[in-house]
C-alpha cells in the first residue's frame, strides 16, 4: 500500500464542490470513481479544503492509498486522461501513510476576484464577482486588514453550521488593486494600436478594474470568505465605514454582516504544509 | 421606423452559434426574442458574420429596425437586461436603414489563441485550444504570412458548402507569440514572489505559452479561419514546412490541408465598415 499526495486544479462552475453528493458531479467523487479503475477498487480521496459548488481551486491538495504500486508519473498521466477537462491533477508525490492534507494543513490561502466595471464580461462571469458601482479599494483594503490576527469569526460563519469553536487566525488578509484589464481580453494583442482603437469603437467605459482579495489563514468557517468579500464589498460602495468590521467582529452577529459573496469569485489557492511554509518566508 | 447598429461580445461555448436554429440556442434568436419584447413586434436581427457553435465574438455587429422610438442608451440597459450574461452589447447605435452589417463590412478580424503546455488549463479549455506538443512558432508565423495577399482558399473552405467563388482577400495573416502564462491564471497575483513560490510548488512544467493567430480578410469562406490554423499547427509541430501552404493554395483541395482547429479557440475580433477603417490606417 502506497499514500500519494496530490495538487489539483478545477474550474468548479459546473460541479457540486470538492465533496461527493446524492445528485451532482463533485471532485471528490470524480478522482474516486477515476482511482477505483486504476485501482481496482474502491479508493477513498481525502482533500484539504471542502469547496462548495461554483468554488474554483487552482492548487487544491487531496491523498489517498493505492495498493497497485506506480509511480507518481503515471498516476497524474492516468488521472487526466480519465478526468473531464474542467479537472486537472497538476502534480503527484509519495506522501507518508500518515498523510491528512486537510489536518496537517499550516495554512490555506484563498482568493476572490472582483471586476469592476459598467458592463459584465461574458469571458469572466464564471470567474469573477460583477460589481457596476464605484468601489472604494483603498477604504476595502483598510478594512480587510482588520481582520488580521486572531479573531472570533462569528459574525461570518455560514448560518445553520456547527463547529465547536469560531475561532480562527488569519495571517494575511489584503485587497490589491490589479489595474485596468481591457474588456473580454483584448490586452491578448501583440499590436497595442489595434487595443486602443478597438475600445474606441467599442464602449469606452468598457474598460474594468480587476481587484483580487487574498486571504491566508490556518483555518476558514464554512463561507467565511464569501461573508468576509461581502461585507468589504459594503464598505467599498460607501455603504459602512472600514471600521464596521471591527463592530461586526465584536458582536459575533451573522445577521448583522454583509451578503454571502457569489461563488464565482472564489478559488482555494494552495494550502501550506511544515517544511514549505518554512521555506518559502 | 428606426435602424440600430450594435456591437456584441459572446462566449459561445454554450450556443449553437450565430443563426437562428431549429434546436438550442443562438445569439441571433437571443437577440430577436430580447427585441420582440421590447418592440412588441417581431425584429429581425442581421449580423456581419455567422459565427459557428461554439465560436466566440468580441465584437460581432448586428443591426435591427425599431417601431418604438428609442434612445440607443436605453436599448443597451434593455437588451443587456434580456440577455443571458453569455452574450453582452458593447455599444449601441443609430444606423442608416440601408446599413447591412454583412455586405457593408469593409474588411473582418478574427485571432485564434492556442494555448501551448504539458497541461490543459481548466480555466482556458473554453477559450483557446490546447497544444501539449512543441511548436515551431517562427515557422508557423512564416506560413501564415503566405496566406496574405488575394488567393483562391477552396483548399481551406468546409466541404459541401457551395459558394459562387472561393478567390478572397487576406489583408493580415500573423502569427503572435503573446509569451508565458502562468498555468491556472497565477498571474492575478501581486506578490510577485508569491507567483514563483506557486510555480515551485506545483508541476515546474505548467507554464503555458499564448500563441495568437490574427487574420484579416474582406471576407471568409466557412471554417476557413479554423481550416488555416489546423493547417498552421501542422507547420509548427514540424509534420510539414513553411512552403506546404503555398502548395496547399495551388491544389485547391481540402482533404490535402490540416484538420479543422476546434471553435473553442475562434473569436471574431471585430467588423470594419467604411470611414472607421481609413480612420484607424
Given amino acids: ?15 457540486v464542490g470538492w465533496q461527493r453528493q446524492a445528485a451532482g458531479v463533485s471532485i471528490q467523487g470524480l478522482l474516486e470513481d ?7 477498487r474502491d479508493v477513498t480521496v481525502v482533500g484539504a479544503g471542502r469547496t462548495d459548488a461554483g468554488v474554483h481551486a487552482l492548487g487544491q ?4 492509498t493505492l495498493a497497485r504500486p506506480l509511480p507518481p508519473e503515471s ?33 490555506k490561502t484563498y482568493r476572490y476576484r472582483i471586476l469592476n466595471g459598467p458592463v459584465k464580461d461574458p469571458f469572466e462571469r464564471r470567474y469573477a ?41 488569519i495571517l494575511t488578509s489584503r485587497i490589491a488593486d490589479c489595474g485596468l484589464r481591457i474588456y473580454c481580453g483584448f ?34 468557517l464554512r463561507h467565511m470568505v464569501r461573508a468576509i468579500v461581502g461585507s468589504l464589498v459594503e464598505i467599498g460602495l460607501g455603504r459602512r465605514e472600514p471600521a464596521w468590521i471591527t463592530q461586526l467582529l465584536a458582536s459575533r452577529d451573522r445577521a448583522a454582516a454583509g451578503p454571502t459573496a457569489p461563488a464565482e469569485g472564489l478559488f482555494l489557492v494552495r494550502v501550506q504544509y511544515g517544511d514549505a511554509v518554512a521555506a518559502e518566508r
Avoid at 34 to 40: G, K
Avoid at 78 to 93: K, M, Q, W
Fill in 129 to 169: 464577482w460583477h460589481i457596476a458601482g464605484t468601489l472604494d479599494i483603498a477604504a476595502m483594503d483598510a478594512a480587510a486588514r482588520l481582520l488580521e490576527g486572531p479573531h472570533d469569526f462569528a459574525a461570518f460563519r455560514s448560518s445553520g453550521t456547527e463547529v465547536k469553536s469560531t475561532e480562527r487566525q
Fill in 34 to 40: 477515476a482511482l477505483r479503475a486504476l485501482d481496482e
Fill in 1 to 15: 500500500m502506497q499514500s500519494f499526495k496530490v495538487v489539483i486544479a478545477y474550474d468548479g462552475t459546473d460541479l
Fill in 75 to 107: 498516476i497524474l498521466r492516468a488521472l487526466n486522461a480519465r478526468l473531464p477537462d474542467a479537472v486537472r491533477v497538476l502534480s503527484a508525490e509519495h506522501a507518508a501513510a500518515s498523510f491528512n492534507p486537510r489536518f496537517d494543513a499550516r495554512s
Fill in 187 to 220: 490586452e491578448d494583442f501583440h499590436d497595442q494600436s489595434a487595443i486602443t482603437n478597438q475600445s474606441a469603437i467599442l464602449n469606452p467605459q468598457s474598460a474594468m478594474r480587476l481587484l483580487v482579495y487574498t486571504v491566508e489563514g490556518t483555518g476558514f
Fill in 61 to 64: 491538495v487531496a491523498a489517498f
